[in-house]
């Protein structure tokens, strides 16, 4: 069966204490403690797997312990041609260890393995599990001011609703960022006041001059303590919408993956028309989301007539989603078992007319930003990020595909309909931001294309099971949807009551910030909003800069408008008068 | 540079001139729930399904009305209340226009549903058209007359009288028709 091999291999490696299976493509081996680094270094770089999820878990009710399970997606390393799992033997292994509440402590996985940084950051926020030997110990989910002993989400740690009081700002404590040795470095924070559309986010930037020679950063000012609230008080039918707004833009991608995930735990097959819808839903959210993103790239850069065509197109996509769903935004059909409502013949023909328009104005517009030569030497060798970076950090979507690696969900592990569909992945070497719009070109095109067989082959069946099913407690499953920016995972262990007893739901830009600080990297300053552009998290605009000078200790402060100015025209440094 | 101005010249213009002409969504739009009192029977399918508890059905404070409420603020357009609703009192509409100005209690609709009293113990327990209407489908369904009189006892009893009547009959040893 598949992953035998895997699991096989590792056992030469490490003592596997007990092997599950969670279905055809997945598996969990348990091991000791102490082989933990060792078991996921080995499956990452010596078989082949990339880091799709890790999830702590406080299972001190069922087995005593708490437990972490770090999901790996065994499809080979794709560094080169050939470097590249068989189509049939590739799943998901996880490898699962348990803590002692005694202790608490874990070895880190991280100087093995650098994807694991933010996990295993998370892993002590929110249930205070401690990764011996992990170089990077601040928080990174809770606020600075977050009661020291408090983990939300232990079972036992505090009500849903509790909210502990603020600390005045004076007294907050300081977050502390990593900042290059060196003098005359410039500090030049980038928020947090706003930032982005729909994650504000705090960048430090280290300038020498005008060049980024590194940055960090601090998210999550809007964590919302969903996972908190949908094991506490919602059952499935309610969490599959709250699940649609985790992300502004790419929402459907999670309700699947979420809802998908609670039906892979029992073995749950949807009927292939619902398949085929939830795939045509998902596609027409990638078309949205990548056309926002071009238009976006265009819009931070100056060029405002390339970016009111890409939405004038864009406005296309939202009405075909508005279309078939009834929603432009929230499409709100998913449930456990299938869908909600069905498409008709006569919304086929309408959606098949505006594929169309979408089809022709997006090679025109496309064709025009192309030959655009100011447009393309600011896109052109911008934010590279490294081959082997990519591989150690396992980002996802067009940030990776545009680094020459062929990762993607919907091919390496084709899920609902995907089976039956055609279409090519969209690789682009490079690494720069240019790479990653002609991977989201691409796909806009495949995505056409995706919704169009979709259409032909979708059967007329039924589009919902009969939704009598029984959750079984303790059942897990990991499901996973190519959403625009990379893969949505979800995890769901079931609990009793059919209520979830753990729900971690891992955002595919959670997987692509922690190599964001290479890519800024020897860059201009008048770049940075570029590049957090470029992976799409949002838009990256500054509504006021702080800029200090370090060594003449003199600083400034900018407005909105004259980071943006500079960012497009690339003129009158707003630093020049601190140097 | 050139190639884009072309473009524009050849779509022209293509906005639309709202709020001064009305904007027309698709057929089946999701738009605000529109409730209609009338054929509202107070049997709070919809609250029930609601998954962002924006539609209550509860009793007022001395119990005299039950109270529909809805919260178009905590309303997430999905249409679960229109397709529990057994007698289509409350349908997506293509209202999308729900701005209110200060007065976050325009947001709010209610509707109150005269309340049914039980005959055996006088606590209310329903509302009084839940019972009307569930009479009428019972009506409709081709059962005996006598069968008939004895459910419109039975349906105006709150459900810990009819449990105790129930259990009553049984270790009273009566015989109870079955159809
Ligand atoms: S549309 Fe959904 S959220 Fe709104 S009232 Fe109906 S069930 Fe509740
Ligand atoms: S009749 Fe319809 S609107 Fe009224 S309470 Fe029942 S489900 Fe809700």
Excluded at chain 1, 180 to 190: H, Q, R
Excluded at chain 1, 196 to 214: N, Q
Excluded at chain 1, 419 to 447: C, H, N, P, T, W
Aim: with cysteine; hydrophobic share 35%.
């Amino acid at each position: 069966m598949k992953c035998d091999k895997f699991i096989e291999a590792l056992g030469t490696r490490v003592k596997i204490l007990e092997v599950t299976r969670q279905c055809d493509d997945q598996v969990t081996a348990l091991v000791e403690l102490n082989d933990l680094p060792e078991a996921v270094r080995f499956l990452y770089y010596d078989m082949g797997g990339y880091l799709t999820t890790m999830v702590p878990n406080d299972e001190r009710s069922i087995n005593k312990h708490y437990a972490l399970y770090y999901a790996l997606s065994m499809e080979g390393g794709k560094m080169f041609a050939g470097d590249e799992i068989a189509q049939d033997e590739k799943c998901f292994v996880t490898i699962k260890t348990l803590i002692s509440p005694d202790s608490l402590v874990f070895p880190s996985v991280t100087p093995l393995v650098p994807a694991c940084v933010w996990y295993e950051r998370e892993a002590y926020d929110m249930f205070g599990l401690v990764a011996e030997g992990l170089p990077d110990k601040r928080r990174l989910v809770l606020s600075d001011d977050w009661p020291d002993n408090l983990f939300p989400l232990r079972k036992d740690a505090m009500d849903y609703r509790y909210r502990p009081d603020m600390k005045d700002h004076y007294m907050e404590p300081e977050y502390e960022f990593l900042r290059p040795e060196g003098s005359g470095i410039i500090d030049v924070p980038l928020g947090p006041l706003h930032i982005t559309a729909d994650e504000p986010g705090h960048f430090r930037l280290f300038c020498d001059g005008d060049t980024i020679i590194d940055a960090d950063y601090r998210l999550f000012y809007q964590h919302r303590g969903m996972e908190k609230l949908a094991e506490n008080r919602m059952n499935y039918d309610q969490m599959g919408y709250l699940a649609e707004r985790v992300c502004g833009i790419c929402g459907y991608a999670h309700a699947i993956a979420c809802i998908e995930a609670a039906e892979k735990a029992i073995n749950l097959e949807i009927p292939a028309r619902a398949q085929a819808i939830r795939v045509i839903c998902s596609e027409i959210e990638r078309l949205h989301s990548h056309l926002l993103n071009i238009g976006l790239a265009c819009e931070v850069t100056g060029n405002y007539n390339a970016f009111m065509h890409i939405f004038r197109i864009r406005e296309y996509s939202m009405k075909l989603a508005e279309l078939v769903t009834g929603g432009r935004k929230t499409y709100g059909n998913v449930v456990m078992g299938g869908l909600r409502r069905d498409i008709t013949g006569v919304e086929i023909k309408e959606s098949l007319r505006i594929l169309q328009i979408i089809e022709t104005q997006v090679d025109e517009v496309w064709d025009a930003v192309m030959d655009d030569k100011r447009q393309m030497s600011r896109w052109k060798g911008v934010g590279i990020l490294d081959k082997q970076v990519a591989r150690d950090f396992s980002p996802v979507g067009p940030n990776i595909r545009g680094s020459g690696i062929k990762r993607d969900t919907r091919y390496d592990h084709p899920y609902d309909f995907f089976k039956q569909i055609q279409f090519d992945v969209a690789v682009v070497e490079g690494g720069d931001v240019f790479a990653r719009e002609m991977v989201r070109y691409m796909e806009l095109k495949s995505s056409v294309s995706i919704i169009r067989q979709c259409f032909e082959l979708m059967p007329q069946t039924a589009i919902i099971v009969d939704p009598t099913f029984h959750v079984k407690p303790e059942n897990y499953a990991l499901a996973y949807v190519e959403a625009p920016r990379g893969d949505n995972v979800h995890w769901i262990m079931q609990g009793s009551a059919q209520k979830v007893f753990r729900w971690r739901c891992r955002a595919a830009t959670y997987n692509n910030w922690p190599s964001l600080r290479f890519q800024f990297r020897g860059n201009n300053l008048a770049d940075a909003a570029l590049i957090v552009c470029s992976l799409d998290p949002c838009y990256s605009c500054t509504e006021r800069v702080t800029v200090v000078d370090i060594k003449s200790k003199k600083s400034k402060i900018l407005t909105n408008a004259d980071l943006k100015n500079f960012a497009r025209t690339q003129k009158d440094s707003p630093l020049k008068d601190l140097r | 540079m050139m190639k884009l101005l072309d473009i524009s010249k050849k779509y022209g213009e293509i906005t639309h001139k709202y709020p001064f002409e009305p904007y027309k969504v698709s057929d089946n739009f999701r738009g605000k729930p529109a409730y209609i009192f009338d054929l509202c029977i107070g049997c709070a399918a919809c609250g029930i399904a609601c998954p962002s508890n924006a539609i209550t059905v509860q009793f007022n404070d001395d119990k005299s009305k039950l109270i529909w409420e809805f919260d178009c603020g905590r309303c997430i357009f999905c249409g679960r209340c229109d397709e529990v609703c057994p007698t289509g009192a409350i349908k997506l509409s293509e209202e999308f226009e729900l701005a209110v100005k200060f007065d976050k209690s325009a947001l709010i609709q209610r509707g109150e549903l005269d309340t049914q009293y039980c005959t055996t113990c006088h606590k209310p327990f329903s509302a009084k058209r839940l019972v009307k209407y569930s009479f009428e489908c019972l009506s409709k369904a081709n059962v005996s007359e006598k069968r008939l009189e004895e459910a419109k006892n039975y349906l105006c009893m709150c459900p810990t009288c009819k449990k105790t009547a129930t259990v009553a009959t049984f270790t009273g040893g009566k015989e109870m028709v079955i159809e």
